[in-house]
């Protein structure tokens, strides 16, 4: 933004002609244009910034200025009138001090008056008064503490709008490193619940082989359990046989005891029958034999031996029979425990090694079950707990959190673009202002430098012309004047300047 610099101006009131003109500003020497050869006497005593006078407020005892305009469709226009509405608008007022009354627009209250020309006219134009600043004033206007207060506000609030973005530059910086270090984990997340998906596919495919394995052992099972029980439907059944076959067998030894009882019972009859009769022939012979009844009796003895070896034969036969009855029966029974002990040892085989397969699964399956676990654990740990959609969920909320942020900052400076750009409009409309400004004030100094060039006669009755060159700034002007001295202690003098632009007139006459 362009700065200009405001020169103090220097109000030179002359004393002679301060009837019916008011006092003016000499810095103003430029607003009005004057022709010098149009300029008559009687308009010699109005000053060439604008009609400014000082006028006197009955109620109030305060002195004030009132400005007038050439008519009453322009405001009043002069330096001095001009500095006072850039100084206030640029500055304000405060209570007590001097100040032109503004509307809401901030443009000066003016009202109608009628006032003689310099033919003697009377005519219309609108004046603009000064008066003395109120509190009241200075609250209700808006205007009260001028566009200066509007800058340095508006410089503060440029700063701290700076330190808000710094701030929203730091926050998205501290917010992008979390978001690059959530995408790291995120990715190694990603890795680690692939992998975990791998681990678990493939447990899934171990799984299946040892619950086919287990199908095919229990189906093995279900077989040799049937073999089992079919096993000991037989060991039943050949029980059942050797207990039967022993009845038999202890039915016919003890059968086979009470025929070899009975046969010794009968030989011994038999013995003391061949007593009892050799006894009865030696009593009846006399001790002489009877050769036929000796004949008779050993046939019937013969017989009787004959009978009781074949008695004899048929018990150890039925005896041998017997044993070997038995023993088959024994030998069976050992077979039969033999091949009962050997099944139900490869039952037992057979069933501890599915015992042992399903062991095996079940611990495979706890361990694949704690290794998924553990991924689990580990995933959420390094999730915080959550799982990726809740914190892809909470981020997303947060980053929308501050997306609104942001949209309601910038909305906010927009609206600052918005007041920035018009107070630009106005600051370069009172650069504008201020330029000419400089310029009418280096063109009034440069014409007030030559008109301070003239001087007076210093001889009683002399009257003199002379002329000067004055410059201030980038201005110059030119002026010549006329003097003449009445008596030691009074002398007149007039003058007028022109500025080397062409444009800028002025004229001076003092006392």
Partial sequence: MKTMKLLPLKIAVTS???????????????????????????????MVFGDTFFVENQTTNDISMKFYSDSDKTLPSSMLFDQFMTNQRLKG????????????????ITQVDNVIDSNGQTKKVRSVTTRIATEEDVEKSAYAQGIQKDIDDLYKYDQEVTNIID????????????????????????????????DVEENKVKIEANSSKI????????????????????????????????????????????????????????????????????????????????????????????????????????????TENQNTLIEKDKAQDTLIAKNKADADAKLQGVQLDIANNKTTLAQNTKKIDENQQAIEAKLGGKADAQALNSLNDKVNGFDGRVTELDTKVNGFDGRISALDTKVNAFDGRITALDSKVENGMAAQAALSGLFQPYSVGKFNATAALGGYGSKSAVAIGAGYRVNPNLAFKAGAAINTSGDKKALITSV
């Fill in 167 to 198: 701030e929203i530059h730091d926050h998205n910086k501290q917010q992008n490193e979390t978001l690059e270090n959530l995408i790291t984990n995120s990715t190694k997340n990603t890795d680690n619940i692939a992998k975990n998906k791998a």
């Fill in 93 to 108: 007022f405060k209570a007590g001090q001097p100040f032109i009354p503004v509307d809401d627009n901030g443009n000066p």
């Fill in 215 to 322: 199908t095919n052992l229990g189906t093995l099972f279900q077989a040799h359990a049937g073999s089992i029980e079919d096993n000991e439907s037989n060991i039943k059944t050949n029980k059942d046989a050797i207990v039967k076959n022993k009845a038999d067998a202890d039915t016919k030894f003890q059968s086979v005891q009470t025929d070899i009882a009975n046969n010794k019972t009968t030989l011994a009859e038999h013995t003391k029958k061949i007593d009892d009769n050799k006894q009865a022939i030696e009593e009846k012979l006399g001790g002489k034999a009877d050769l036929q009844k000796l004949s008779e009796l050993k046939t019937s003895v013969d017989k009787n031996q004959a009978d009781i070896t074949k008695n004899k034969a048929d018990a150890d036969a039925s005896f041998k029979t017997l």
């Fill in 16 to 46: 002679a002609m301060i009837v019916g003109l008011g006092a003016a500003s000499t810095a103003n020497a430029q607003t009005v244009e004057y022709d010098i050869s149009s300029i008559g006497e009687a308009n010699q005593g109005k």
